[in-house]
């Protein structure tokens, strides 16, 4: 096969936008493709300074698979369909490929991993099952759930046999044990992930082209037969046999956001400024039903100004939380949901994240936020009481307490249970101030096992297949912290397989 010419698109070496969020306002869907590309070229990392895309001039009329979006869903489907034996093409509105995937900082959870076992962490599928649903509040899909749960850890093998190594374990909120994987030296996952992919996509000879906005799914006789585009302004139509949309949640649509959650306006988003739920309204077109659509999960901790979110790695490596007065008011490693509900309650409606420079070492995205300016750092804990206006007495008693519970691994005061195998005695000392902030839409397309989209009454839309954020009740009503990549990855995979195996009975 004929390598594909490649264009590559210099991003700069700046995570600058990477872990903060667009305008709260959302982006627009008629955006120009110029205009996307001045907004977004800063959405890059050191670790990839450079990406190459496909040359416009080489999008063809027709592929097997047509792939819209280039999240890790995306390119997980595509390289399924891709190794059984199909020719997909990835289309991705932004100019560069990643899009939430880019932003995410904590992990990938996965249950009975050669990782854990290595590491003497005993979990299991149904532990994994329990503790999601438990997060979901009973209310996940369940067939979709035990599927998500049953395929983790081949997952974390197939990424591993890419070259995309997530060894590095700790705890997450609503996770009974360690359970989510990181890169190896504990960096953000998102960046590491969407590097490794592309570069698999690369390795593969699979054709990924960005500033190609997919305006439609087309449909004949009950079966989809390709989309419709935008490309250079012009309108192109490209066949596929099969359709596979991956183009995440509409955490940057504003008008959606209000329509579902009007009790959200205005709160800031940590989203892509590409997720505006394209795929799901194209999908709705098509008959396509939707689920879950007003559960949007709000993240605890981030910052408020640019929208930054901090990873749940923070708490998971042992931080607390305290409020205005230096006190701790609330268990850290909840669910997301009731974290972030105790916050709010709080009457200065924010927090502070406080950690030490021990912390700091194991958790490397803490540099990466000393970089953007948000850490607040006190040699000693009275110094770094003073420069958040604290009682440095309370703060002090707090540390004193939280330091004993450790010790005793007793949290009498919160019932915290994980995460609590460091203290903080290490100086120098942090602050992060932080309150809550849309994170995760859990609503969106319905879809069943195989990734197929399904209709209002449970038939399929022949040819059609969806997953990651674009689809919806694999998290029931609260998705715990982990679960994202996890979905992107293990969805993303069935609905390349999947599609495939349609695409080959196709005549």
Not at 21 to 30: L, N, V
């Amino acid at each position: 096969m004929k390598r594909n010419k490649l264009k590559t698109v210099f991003v700069g070496l700046t995570m600058t936008l990477l872990m903060s969020a667009c305008a709260s306002d959302g982006a627009s869907t008629k955006e120009s493709s110029t205009a996307k590309s001045t907004e977004s070229s800063v959405e890059a990392t050191s670790a990839a300074s450079a990406q190459e895309y496909t040359d416009p001039s080489e999008l063809k009329d027709e592929y097997d698979v047509v792939i819209v979006g280039a999240g890790g869903a995306g390119m997980a489907a595509a390289l399924s369909a891709k190794d059984a034996g199909m020719n997909p093409v990835i289309l991705e509105k932004m100019p560069i490929a990643g899009g939430n995937t880019l932003k995410s900082s904590g992990g990938m959870n996965a249950s009975e991993t050669k990782f854990q076992k290595e590491q003497g962490i005993e979990d299991s599928n149904q532990l994994f099952f329990d503790d999601t649903l438990k997060g979901g509040k009973g209310t996940n899909d369940q067939d979709l759930l035990h599927y998500l749960v049953d395929n983790s850890s081949d997952a974390i093998d197939w990424l591993d046999s890419m070259g995309i190594t997530l060894d590095n374990i700790s705890f997450s909120g609503g996770a009974s044990v360690k359970r989510i994987h990181r890169p190896h030296d504990g960096a953000a996952v998102g960046t590491y992930l969407v590097d490794g992919l592309v570069r698999n996509v690369h390795e593969k000879e699979i054709p990924l082209f960005v500033n190609v906005d997919v305006k439609k799914i087309n449909e004949k006789d009950g079966q989809v037969t390709g989309v419709t585009a935008e490309i250079d302004g012009k309108e192109k139509t490209i066949s596929g046999k099969a359709v596979v949309v991956t183009t995440g949640g509409y955490g940057s649509n504003k008008e959606m956001i209000e329509e579902y959650r009007p009790d959200l306006k205005g709160y800031v988003s940590t989203n892509s400024e590409g997720s505006t739920g394209d795929g799901i309204k194209m999908i709705e077109s098509l008959g396509g039903a939707v689920v879950d659509m007003d559960q949007i999960q709000v993240h605890p901790t981030v910052v408020q100004k640019t929208g930054m979110l901090i990873s749940e790695t923070v708490r998971g490596e042992g931080s607390i939380l305290v409020n205005q007065q230096g006190e701790r008011f609330y268990n850290e490693l909840e669910t997301r949901d009731n974290v972030s509900a105790a916050i709010t309650a709080l009457p200065e409606h924010y927090a502070y994240l406080v950690f030490d420079s021990a912390l700091a070492e194991r958790a490397k995205q803490v540099d990466f936020y000393k970089e953007q300016g948000v850490v607040i750092e006190g040699e000693t804990i009275e110094e770094l009481a003073g420069k958040i206006d604290v009682d440095a007495k309370t703060l002090e008693s707090t540390l004193t307490t939280w330091n004993k519970a450790v010790k005793d691994q007793s949290d009498t005061a919160f019932k915290r249970e994980t995460a609590m195998d460091y203290d903080l005695t290490k100086g120098p000392f942090y602050a992060i101030q932080i309150a809550p902030g849309i994170h995760h839409t859990m609503g969106g397309v319905k879809i069943n096992t195989d990734t197929q989209v399904e209709k209002e009454d449970g038939s399929t839309i022949k040819g059609l297949y969806a997953a990651g954020e674009v689809t919806g009740g694999i998290h029931g009503q609260n998705r715990i912290g982990g679960n994202a990549v996890a979905d992107i990855i293990i969805f993303g995979r069935q609905a390349g397989a999947q599609s495939a195996k349609f695409a080959s009975e196709v005549k």
